[in-house]
């Protein structure tokens, strides 16, 4: 079972920025791709952002292309979302998600493992 843990999130003004961190104690941390979600009032839950573990390349979703940066520290077993000129669209709750899948995983049911939500809030 992978535990992760959700830190960051806040409420911020438009344009402005915050970082998500998530944090797992599960040593085999390197081998899963690592991704983002989030979930507005009243919407589906979507993809943002996830970082391979093969390659650690990242790939995000278009509405936040450009904006997030996406990184992950296997010493430290961390992936960080680092959100910037944020959007009042951009509210929701967020959720880091691991994927034991090949490849680039972008559906929440390619997800096994999910940490707490997250609230952010831009303000407009």
């Known amino acids: 079972q992978v535990q992760l843990v959700v830190s960051g999130g806040g409420l911020v003004q438009a344009g402005g920025s915050l970082r998500l961190s998530c944090a797992t104690s599960e040593r085999t941390f390197s081998t899963y791709t690592m991704g983002w979600f989030r979930q507005a009032p009243g919407k589906e839950r979507e993809f943002v952002a996830l970082i391979r573990w093969s390659d650690s390349n990242p790939y995000y979703a278009d509405s936040v292309k450009g904006r997030f940066t996406i990184s992950r520290d296997n010493g430290k077993n961390t992936v960080n979302l680092k959100m910037n000129s944020l959007k009042p669209e951009d509210t929701a709750v967020y959720y880091c998600?691991?994927?034991?899948?090949?490849?680039?995983?972008?559906?929440?049911?390619?997800?096994?493992?999910w940490g707490q939500g997250t609230q952010v809030t831009v303000s407009s």
């Open positions: 998600a691991a994927s034991s899948f090949y490849g680039t995983p972008v559906l929440k049911s390619e997800y096994g493992y």
